[in-house]
């Protein structure tokens, strides 16, 4: 995973695959530039920069201690700019001016990213993310060292986004056990952005029931990528629709997001929230900061290229 997350040149613009006859939204970023060939198939080009952290969540750890909730799949963020982005995500911000503890404080809070008041006063409630640069990790956490709680909630990483079951309409796995914090993602917008996340490329006809409606039943419900025998490994998208049952034999691996996020709503209201959780499978607007939300709304195409683009419609099912 890089060190920093600079999404600098990031774009959501509708795009027309003229092979399946859906807009589908595109990304162009650092990492790579989302392209539409003339036969209406997508690939990505491959930059230099791999300033990326979009595959990433951050979760909090245990309160007064030095460690992740979960240590075999958390990992405490070792990394600045890292913390300064998980700030965002939690909907709180670094610390101005302190952001960086001085040395004098480093055995008094945990080791890396970690979330505290903001100030010392004890009126005052409202949370900001420091930074702890400690070398080593600190006398007060060390296992048999007798001590008093360090003071803080450490601030952690982990996978943003997961492979499900394969073969089946579910089952996101991490290290290889089902995991209740994820689901399959069933927004189409969003399984296109998962997928040039993870640098995988889009499937031609990435809405598979466009021109066969029976492709339904036989593909995993949602964004999946193509595992079956023979299949190009590309991702797609199998839309649910209403009043009609789930893939009875699905043949694909399904992609899955993190669908419970850290969220800090003011004063001391602090953890692992549920708000948003709906959105984070069937809409984008949760999936990034608001700060990162704004710069891809930036493009680099043309007025008249986006002018075109944005009046493109997908043709109804």
Known sequence: MAPS??????????????????????????????????????????????????????????????DCVDTTHHSIILDEEMCKEAAKEAGLHAAEGKFMIHSAWFDKHPKGCF???????????????????????????????????????????????????????????VGGTVHADYGVIMDEDHCVETAICMGDALGEEFRVDVLDASLHDTHPLGCYIDTKEGGDGKVRYNPPHENVVAPRFPKGTPLCNVTV???????????????????????TSQLFSAETRAKMLSTTFSAETRAKMLSTTPNPL
């Open 5 to 66: 997350f600079y999404l600098s040149v990031l774009v959501f613009t509708r795009l027309f695959s003229h092979a399946s006859g859906v807009a589908v939204v595109m990304r162009s970023e650092e990492k790579g530039q989302a392209f539409v060939e003339a036969d209406g198939s997508v690939g990505i080009r491959e930059s230099e920069s791999n300033g990326d952290m979009c595959d990433v969540d951050y979760p909090l750890g245990n309160e007064s201690t030095c």
């Open 115 to 173: 979330k505290d008041k903001c100030t010392s006063d004890a009126s005052d409630q409202s949370q900001c993310y420091f930074y702890n640069p400690a070398t080593s990790r600190q006398t007060k956490c060390v296992t048999g060292v007798h001590r008093d709680s360090v003071t803080g909630v450490p601030v952690c990483k982990r996978d943003r986004f997961v492979k499900g079951t394969p073969d089946t309409n579910g089952g996101c796995l």
């Open 261 to 283: 996020r850290t969220w800090i709503s003011g004063g001391g209201a602090t953890g692992s929230s549920t708000v948003g959780v709906e959105a984070r499978t069937t809409n």
